[in-house]
């Protein structure tokens, strides 16, 4: 590995990919030896006691990546992180949020005690994580799978009445270039269904942590990332002119220039 400064940091390379290496190697640490040995016990005992599994699964979920979460702000000192306080507030809504980080759905889960999401099915697949995920309530993105998201639709408008928030990212996948894709209508019909309220929210910065398609966390890179609160729509879905297309239009409006604004400030 070559001297000199790396130009993200401003630290000596070997430095910055010694520190890389250490946080990375820890954090993944808590993934696995925490899952093994916190998580998976103390779900496996929700499961067996509790009346309600699915929302003893969510906090758990809550507990072990507000667990990851601190840690990061310990390890990662020249991480800053501005979390909107009107948005753990929400409760009882189609949560929306562009996309940018696999780290995403994780900090949306740790700011949310009550909560659920939609999952790609392929990951419904893996041994006991498929099980944790249907024991939590998540709903399957298609597939043999699709039958008990089914199932969870005809429950959702009880769980949002009740104080639970559905998180979803519209787009279906992460932005490459922090621009807002294509907003996929699902989310947006749900609530309708729901008669639920629509809050709208945007990420910033967290590609530049976890970047997609590399293995290490940039420890040392100075960065911000933010959430925030962007609106709290309110759709009057009983109106005979309501059109879901109008919706998404609305919410992409509102997306656009706070999804670019926060990307360029970190």
């Known amino acids: 590995m070559s ?5 993200r940091t401003g630290l000596p390379r070997l430095l910055t990919w010694a520190v890389e290496v250490a946080v990375t190697l820890v954090l993944w640490g808590y993934f696995i030896l925490g899952f093994v040995f916190f998580f998976a016990p103390l779900c496996l005992l929700a499961m067996a006691l509790g009346h309600n599994r699915a929302r003893a699964a969510q906090r758990l979920n809550n507990l072990f990546y ?20 009107a948005l753990t ?3 009882g809504s189609v949560v929306v949020c562009n996309h940018l980080s696999y780290l995403d759905p994780l900090l ?10 939609v999952v790609k099915e392929r990951l419904f697949r893996y041994p006991f994580l498929g099980w944790v995920l ?11 799978d699709s039958e008990r998201t089914l199932e969870h639709l005809e429950g959702m408008r009880t769980f949002l009445a009740g104080g639970g928030n559905l998180f979803v990212f519209p787009e279906g996948t992460r932005s490459r270039d922090g621009s807002v894709g294509p907003l996929q ?14 809050a709208v929210a945007a990420i910033g910065n967290t590609q530049r942590l976890f970047t997609p ?20 729509l309110t759709p009057a879905y009983d109106r ?9 239009a609305q919410v992409r409006a509102l997306l656009e220039p706070a999804a670019g604004g926060a990307t360029a400030q970190g």
């Not at 209508?185 to 629509?198: D, Q, S």
């Open 3 to 7: 001297g000199g400064a790396d130009a």
């Open 66 to 85: 507000r667990g990851f979460f601190r840690l990061c702000r310990l390890l990662m000192p020249r991480q800053r992180w501005e979390i909107d306080p």
């Open 89 to 91: 507030a929400v409760s």
């Open 108 to 117: 949306f889960i740790s700011l949310f005690p009550r909560h659920t999401t």
């Open 134 to 144: 249907r024991a939590s309530g998540y709903l399957a993105s298609g597939g043999p």
């Open 185 to 198: 209508a699902g989310a947006f019909k749900i609530a309708r269904l729901c008669r639920a309220p629509v």
């Open 213 to 232: 398609g590399r293995f290490r966390f940039a420890a040392c890179r100075p960065n911000t990332i933010t959430v925030r609160l962007l609106a709290r």
């Open 240 to 248: 005979p002119n309501f059109s879901t297309r109008a919706l998404i």
